[in-house]
């Protein structure tokens, strides 16, 4: 089978480094540790795992810091070599409980998963992405599949997953939207495990990337707040915003300003009516790009006491926390899905993605499809998704009908033969 | 020679192209055969001696006024208003017209004995004037008098303090004035008229209020209502403004009020091609235009902008008048109209205007996006007795570069509004009951309007209430050489060129539409007959 698969290349992760500091993200992918290489499929670890074929497969924003050698060194001994990425995955189930289903898998390689018995504290919890335990059990390290050399991932024509990993597919979504659910979930778990969007509180969402844009969908479903701010650089990002429910929606450029009128704040300056800093601010920022760019304005703008959640993937990166400190700010990262206490009860992320993936039609929000071969193609557009009016970007594995056409029940959606 | 009456041109093939002001330049346009240009009349004589026209005056009011010196007495307590920097446009050259009248006002006043005054620029709810501004309008001598003693004061209409509810008009308005101009024994005011707008009761009941006082009738229904503002007897604007005069009369504060008109000599000698007409022109003026194109040319914006509003204007004052605030007025406008009124026969489908850098509310600033859709859709556009001169329906053609900068210090609320509230909507309504209180009411902006040197926060609300007759009367709204982005922002749409803007203006009104260009300088109000 095909499959893209990123070694351990010490030179060519670099080289990648290089050339996406010169050239933009993306552009390191020619050089780096990626290859389109035919393996065989990976084997199943043991009782419970099958084989699942991808239909599709997304590009995620921690796929695209990891090809550019952005990724934090950190994550060395959670992930192990080589690994095929891809964790946003629909496909289809051969064997166990699921065989002949369409199934989303939810990547997190917890105890479960790791034939890991008792499970530790989190996963018992049903708080899986909190797992104590990913880098031990029958499995290589890994903190999701997409990360893990023993279970290869969304971008091949085979992986094996867990069968606690697998969750079925309603009929009535599309693989389009089923390939949502992922990046979708990890926006619901940042909407509710904050637990601080009381109402009226006023939230900024910073960036608009599929990550951004589906917190906006998450935080007007799932939480209450007062305003919400977006912050968005591209015209169609700025309108997916305001359809997903975002009351105001700013530039990057002018989010200090806005969050100071929102909140009736005054302003520190050097002078007249400019801008710096402002006294007060909203109640929660959610940075969903995890830059030092992203997380100065996200102190920027937070007020004292207030809170950030970094809910895109940070790297290394220099900020002057001063303001944290002495504003008595809370940072908190929002990572992955698990368990969400809800109005009703305990609900699983994933079950919640789902539906609101289906009630804001997130599966609009693909924009095209490649097929692996053009992987070189489809990580630039995904890099320059915002650039070009486009959100997320996926590799198409499914069987086509005819050549150079993929099925698709979403009209916006853009083919790439 | 006595001065020329305003005129309309109608182009032919022998016309030579037209100037339009752009922003801090100007284009030679083309216009088609068949269109007109109107021409303001030309500047009227200045009086002979402005001094002893004041004095007599003072001593000789209008209405059931009593001359000044018999108004004065020791013990009493004076207050003077003037007009701020918003007039006249461009700044005049020095003296200034405040300046003769209130020295010669300040001369009854030592007469008298009068030790109690004070001296308050009307700001209503702009910026406040920089102690030079202030030196210009007022000069040194009275200046140095007043201001290093804390009696050369600036209304505030955010001081608690300093603010006196006087009670509601017939309609339910709510009048509430700056405090010691009304338990003054007299309150003088000291206007300069530069359109028909200015002035009468508007000087006191707009000029020293509060945002509760104003939002009566700087307000979206106001502006629709007021066809036009130019035009008194058809304003709301001023029948609200009126209402306001009866009840400070009724209240028993005593106004005495002086105004000026000036006449249309606009611009110093080296741009006087601009208020020649085209056809016109000798050497001379050709070449002022061309050196003065071409060098702007090669002009970086911001010091073109400098050049630009450093301008002082040579126009004279024509007439003085104070007394009684209504029987004043109604002279006042007599002269205004007879610098000013055009009379102009039917409508016409696209308005064309080019717009200058500079309008009442940008003096030493920038001419941010908002303002120019306020020159020329609140200001322009509003230039008429009678009947707009664009039909219902038409388009307006507006000349500027409409470039996306605001001058931070001056326009804070601006910034926030353009980026903030027009991203979103452009609508009137909406925008007034949506927007408008949360901006008046921001500390932020009332800090920097009462500390620094901003417009209130809820300034840029009424200028673009200002537009809503236009935007409510015409098709569409086309800019000329605008910054793309900016321009559509406003809701209006962008073009390259005239001609651009004329095809695209036929998409409203259709094939063969008639034209008219609004020539200025000077200013003029049009008559549509």
């Known amino acids: 089978m095909k499959a893209l698969v990123f070694e351990r290349h010490i030179a060519r992760f670099a080289a990648s480094r290089v050339a996406a500091t010169i050239g933009g993200s993306g552009h390191g992918v020619g050089v780096g540790p990626l290859e389109l290489l035919e393996t065989d499929p990976p084997e199943l670890p043991g009782e419970g795992w099958v084989r699942v074929q991808p239909r599709l497969a997304g590009i995620c924003g921690s796929d695209l810091a990891t090809l550019d050698g952005r990724s934090s060194r950190y994550f060395e001994h959670i992930v192990s070599f080589p690994f095929v990425p891809g964790h946003e995955v629909v496909g289809d189930v051969t064997g166990g409980i699921y065989d002949g289903k369409r199934v989303v898998v939810e990547p997190v390689l917890g105890c479960e998963a790791r034939g890991l018995a008792p499970p530790c504290e989190a996963c ?21 599949t997409g990360y893990c050399s023993d279970t290869g991932g969304g971008w091949s024509g085979g ?30 778990h940042a909407a509710c495990s904050s637990a601080v969007v009381a109402s009226g509180q006023r939230v900024v969402v910073l960036g608009a990337g599929t990550l951004g844009l589906c917190t906006i969908a998450a935080l007007r479903t799932h939480a209450l707040p007062g305003a919400l701010v977006a912050v968005a650089k591209h015209p169609d990002q700025r309108r997916l915003a305001r359809e997903l429910g975002a009351d105001h929606v700013v530039a990057p450029g002018e989010v200090v300003r806005a969050a100071r009128r929102l909140t009736g704040s005054l302003a520190l300056a050097g002078s007249g009516g400019s801008v710096e800093r402002i006294t007060g601010g909203v109640d929660v920022v959610f940075d969903c790009v995890g830059s ?107 069987r086509r009908p005819r050549a150079g056409r993929a099925p698709s029940t979403q009209t916006q959606d853009k083919e790439m033969p | 020679m006595s001065p020329r009456p305003g005129f309309v041109l109608e182009v032919d093939r022998s016309t030579p192209p037209t100037l339009f ?49 018999t108004l004065l007495s020791a013990g009493m307590k004076l207050t003077i208003a003037f007009d701020d920097i918003s007039l006249p446009l461009p700044p005049m050259q020095a003296p200034d017209i405040r300046q003769r009248v209130i020295e010669a006002v300040l001369d009854l006043a030592a007469e008298a004995g009068v030790d109690d005054v004070v001296l308050i620029a009307a700001l209503a709810l702009h910026r406040r004037m920089t102690d030079d501004e202030l030196r210009h309008a007022l000069g040194e001598r ?110 028993g504060v005593k106004v005495f009020q002086i105004e000026t008109t000036l006449n249309s000599d606009t611009f110093p000698e080296q741009f006087r091609f601009l208020q020649r007409r085209e056809w016109e022109w000798n050497l001379r003026d050709r070449a002022g235009f061309l050196a003065s194109s071409k060098a702007l040319e090669r002009t970086p914006p911001e010091l073109a902008r400098r050049i630009f509003q450093s301008i002082k204007s040579p126009h004279q004052m024509t007439s003085v008048q104070a007394g009684e605030v209504g029987p004043v007025h109604d002279r006042t406008l007599e002269h205004v109209h007879q610098q000013q009124l055009v009379h102009v026969e039917g409508q016409t489908d696209i308005l064309t205007m080019g717009l200058p850098y500079i309008c009442p509310y940008n003096v030493n600033s920038i001419m941010n996006p908002i303002l120019v859709a306020c020159l020329g859709l ?20 507006m000349s500027h570069p409409t470039p996306w900068a605001f001058n931070p210090v001056h326009h804070p609320s601006y910034v926030d ?41 809820v300034h840029p609300f009424y200028m673009w209430y200002w537009c809503a007759h236009a935007l409510s009367h015409v098709g569409k709204v086309i800019v000329v050489g605008g910054d793309r982005a900016a321009v559509r922002r406003l809701g209006f749409s962008p073009a390259s060129t005239l001609s651009d803007a004329l095809e695209m203006a036929e998409d409203v009104v259709g094939r063969d539409p008639s034209i008219t260009h609004l020539h200025s300088p000077p200013l003029m109000i049009t008559n549509v007959v």
Request: hydrophobic share 40%; aromatic share 8%.
């Open chain 1, 124 to 144: 018992s919890n049903g708080d899986k992405g909190r797992c104590e335990r990913i880098a031990f059990g029958e499995l290589a390290p890994g903190l999701q």
């Open chain 1, 159 to 188: 992986l094996v997953a867990h069968e606690s990993q697998l969750h079925s597919v309603p009929e009535h979504l599309s693989d389009e939207a089923a390939v949502m659910i992922e990046p979708t979930a990890c926006a619901v």
């Open chain 1, 292 to 398: 030092a760019d992203s997380l100065e304005s996200s102190l920027s703008v937070v007020r004292p006491g207030g809170e950030i959640v970094l809910v895109g993937m940070p790297g290394p990166i220099k900020v002057d926390l001063a303001p944290l400190w002495q504003r008595e700010v809370r940072l908190r990262g929002a990572y992955a899905y698990g368990t969400e206490q809800t109005p009703t009860g305990p609900r699983r992320t994933f079950d919640l993605a789902a539906e609101l993936v289906h009630d804001c039609n997130l599966g609009r929000l693909v924009s095209a499809h490649y097929p692996l071969e053009r992987y070189e193609e489809a990580i630039a557009h995904a890099a320059a998704a915002g650039k070009r009016g486009s959100v997320k970007i996926v590799f198409d594995m499914r």
């Open chain 2, 21 to 69: 002001w752009h922003g801090e330049g100007f284009r030679l346009e083309r216009l088609p055969v068949g269109s007109r240009v109107i021409y303001g009349p030309e500047p009227l004589p200045a009086l002979k001696d402005p001094d002893a026209a004041i004095r007599h005056a003072l001593e000789n009011p209008l209405g059931d006024s009593a001359p000044l010196r």
């Open chain 2, 142 to 251: 009275i200046f140095n008098a007043f201001a290093p003693h804390g009696l050369l004061t600036q209304h505030d209409a955010e001081d608690p303090s300093n603010l006196i509810h006087l009670g509601q008009t017939d309609h339910g308005e709510d009048v509430e004035l700056n405090k010691r101009a009304v338990e003054s024994d007299l309150l003088i005011y000291v206007n300069i008229n530069l359109v028909a707008m200015d002035g009468g009761h508007k000087s006191v009941a707009t000029g020293l209020a509060s945002y509760k006082s104003l939002r009566h009738h700087h307000n979206v229904q106001t502006m629709l209502n007021s066809r036009s503002f130019m035009d008194r007897h058809h304003s709301e604007l001023h029948h609200s403004n009126w209402r306001m005069g009866k009840l400070i009369a009724d209240s």
């Open chain 2, 378 to 397: 609140g200001y322009f556009f509003n230039l008429y007795e009678g009947k707009p001169l664009v039909r219902e329906g038409g388009v307006v053609i």
């Open chain 2, 417 to 457: 509004f353009f980026e903030q509230v027009l991203a979103e909507t452009t609508d009137m309504a909406e925008i007034e009951s949506k927007y408008e209180e949360a901006f008046a009411t921001d500390p932020w902006y009332i800090h920097l309007y009462r500390t620094s040197y901003a417009y209130h926060g």
